[in-house]
Nanobody
Framework: QVQLMESGGGLVQAGGSLRLSCAAS????????MGWYRQAPGKQRELVAI???????NYADFVKGRFTISRDNAKNTVYLQMNSLKPADTAIYYC?????????WGQGTQVTVSS
């Protein structure tokens, strides 16, 4: 059973930066995809960025040039470096892992960007 634990959320002013981390534990196959999604109040959950175990990233258009996703396979950890944050980035950020037939979610971490 795979479990995900996020950390690094918080309150930041517009233009600031935050770094989210997500550590996976349990029985993890080497081939997997990890990523970040977010859900703002009253909105559906949306993709932010994903990265394959081979290190290939994909980003939502609204974060290109501002956010960077990376991973450390030895630590089964994925990171999201968020720069130039905007109030519109305020949301709960969820870590996700797709491994084999399983789609695993973390509990989420709140990111609040003040204007």
């Amino acid at each position: 059973q795979v479990q995900l634990m996020e950390s690094g959320g918080g309150l930041v002013q517009a233009g600031g930066s935050l770094r989210l981390s997500c550590a996976a534990s349990g029985s993890i196959a080497s081939m997997n995809v990890m990523g970040w999604y977010r859900q703002a109040p009253g909105k559906q959950r949306e993709l932010v960025a994903i990265i394959s175990s081979g290190g290939r990233p994909n980003y939502a258009d609204f974060v290109k040039g501002r956010f960077t996703i990376s991973r450390d396979n030895a630590k089964n950890t994925v990171y999201l470096q968020m720069n130039s944050l905007k109030p519109a980035d305020t949301a709960i950020y969820y870590c996700n892992m797709i491994v084999g037939p399983y789609n695993v979610w973390g509990q989420g971490t709140q990111v609040t960007v003040s204007s």
